[in-house]
C-alpha cells in the first residue's frame, strides 16, 4: 500500500531562484510546485504568509522499520478539504484553489466540489479575498479568477446551464499572466487589484 506523505512546504536547499529557473526551463513543474515557490517568495520577503493546507487524514496504521523512521501505510480521509491555500497579506485574508485542465477552452465545473463552492461562498461573505489560479496545461495559458465567478457558473449548471466555465470568461473577467522569474505566480498582483477595486 502506498505511502501518504503530508505536504511539508519545504524544497530543496538549493537557492529558490535557480530552482525556480531550472525547473521552469525543462517545463515539467506543476502548478502547485509553481504556487509554493511563490509562497517561498513572499514569505522570504516578507510580502505575504500563505500556505497550503494539510490534507486532514486519520493515520489507520504506521509501519516502524526502525527507531528513525516511520512510514504510515494505512490512512483514510478524515473530513474533505476545502480549497488549496490560505494565508494573510495586509490584514487581508486569502483563499484559493489551484486547477490544472487540458482542455483548451473551458474548465469543467467538475473540477470542483460542492463543499469547495460553499466553503468559498462563506470567505466571499466574510469579506475575504477568494479565487482560483488556473492553468489550461495545452494553451500554456494562466489565470486568475475571482471565486464569484465560479459560484455564478456552479449555480447555472443546476438550472440546466453549462457545466464549465469557457476561456471567455477567464480572458474578460480574470487576470492572465505569463510565469518568469520569481514570483512564478504573481496571485498578489491580483490580489492588489481586487483590493484597489474594492476601495473605490
Known sequence: MAMIKYPTGQGSKKNL??????????????????????????????????????????????????????????????????????????????????????????????????????????????KGICFVIVSFVKLNRFFMLNASQVIKYWNLQTKNGRKSIPVEIFETHGYEFKPSSLPLIPYIDYVDAIIAKESK
Not at 72 to 89: C, H, K, L, M, W
Request: proline share 5%; charged share 25%; aromatic share 10%.
Open 17 to 126: 531562484k535557480e530552482e525556480s529557473s531550472t525547473n521552469f526551463g525543462r517545463r515539467g513543474m506543476s502548478l502547485e510546485k509553481m504556487i509554493n515557490l511563490s509562497n517561498k517568495h513572499y514569505l522570504n520577503l516578507g510580502i505575504a504568509v500563505v500556505h497550503k493546507k494539510p490534507t486532514p487524514i486519520q493515520i489507520v496504521k504506521v509501519d516502524y522499520p526502525n527507531r528513525s523512521h516511520a512510514r504510515i501505510t494505512e490512512a483514510f480521509f478524515r473530513q474533505p478539504s476545502t480549497t488549496d491555500y490560505n494565508g494573510v497579506y495586509k490584514g487581508y485574508y486569502l483563499d484559493f484553489e489551484a486547477k490544472e485542465t487540458t482542455r483548451a477552452t473551458y474548465l469543467p465545473l467538475d473540477n470542483f466540489h460542492e463543499h469547495q463552492i460553499h466553503h468559498m461562498e462563506q470567505c466571499l461573505k466574510q
